[in-house]
């Protein structure tokens, strides 16, 4: 059995986790359901770590945010698997939240898979802590992959218009920059650079069929290539035609 808290000042977000939860195949039970930090914390500082196995929560809330509430929940209990619901415009506060101790997030709107894959992932971790205590702590650095993978796409969503640059992205992710090229490979099937590629040549295809007005070399900047050649040249090799062909429509694949 997972044991769950929840602690969101949205009523809806608190329902959709409960009834989510109660429709899958896993042995969930919620054991509180908060709209504030403060309400959360004084039930969870009554429990021990065998009453609890997760707690999800929100940042904003009143009266204690989330802040406060993971780093009451931490000194309580060290172990505690802890998530943390954000959207993609909150990264600032979740980064912090994983420093405070959080070991993953939840997207809002929850999808139920990335849910199912969080109390697995408990589930799993709780019968490998009965049987090798020893193993805690590196269930805990594995804990927040998911969150370093998400966060770099989304920089990379947001700025790919902009020179690339590894160590920044590391900067802004808070990792080690080795580490993160690893990391998004393995989860991906991607290196960085690739997945960036992706995100350039799609945005180019918007704009030529989009933007008629733009210039071949207007559009290669505006995604982030500074020598319109290489930007042929790229977008040819991946696309099978030319920017240019493309443009007018010619859409033939490539043999």
Request: hydrophobic content about 35%; charged content about 30%; glycine content about 6%.
């Amino acid at each position: 059995m997972i044991k769950v808290m929840i602690a969101d000042d949205e009523e809806v977000i608190r329902r959709g986790l409960e009834k989510i939860t109660s429709r899958m195949d896993l042995e969930v039970e919620v054991i509180g359901s908060h709209g504030n930090g403060l309400e959360a914390w004084n039930q969870l500082s009554a429990l021990s770590e065998e009453d609890i196995d997760l707690l999800i929560t929100d940042i904003k809330m009143p009266r204690m945010d989330g802040f406060k509430l993971i780093e009451e929940a931490r000194g309580h209990m060290k172990n505690l698997p802890i998530a943390v619901l954000s959207g993609f415009s909150d990264f600032d506060y979740v980064r912090r939240a994983m420093r405070f101790g959080a070991l993953d997030y939840l997207l809002k709107p929850i999808e139920k898979s990335q849910l199912y894959e969080l109390l697995k992932r408990v589930e799993e971790n709780k019968k490998l802590q009965a049987a090798e205590p020893q193993q805690e702590a590196v269930q805990a650095s594995e804990g927040g992959e998911h969150y370093v993978v998400e966060q770099t796409k989304s920089i990379l969503e947001k700025e790919y218009n902009h020179n690339f640059e590894l160590e920044r992205l590391a900067e802004t992710v808070g990792m080690n920059a080795s580490y993160i090229s690893r990391l998004f490979k393995y989860k991906t099937g991607q290196t960085i650079t690739e997945y960036l590629i992706g995100i350039r040549i799609a945005r180019a295809k918007e704009l030529l069929t989009g933007r008629p007005d733009l210039k071949n070399y207007e559009i290669a900047e505006m995604v982030g290539y500074s020598d319109p050649v290489y930007f042929n040249k790229l977008f040819k090799k991946i696309c099978g035609m030319t920017p240019k062909d493309y443009k007018s429509g010619c859409r033939v694949p490539k043999n």
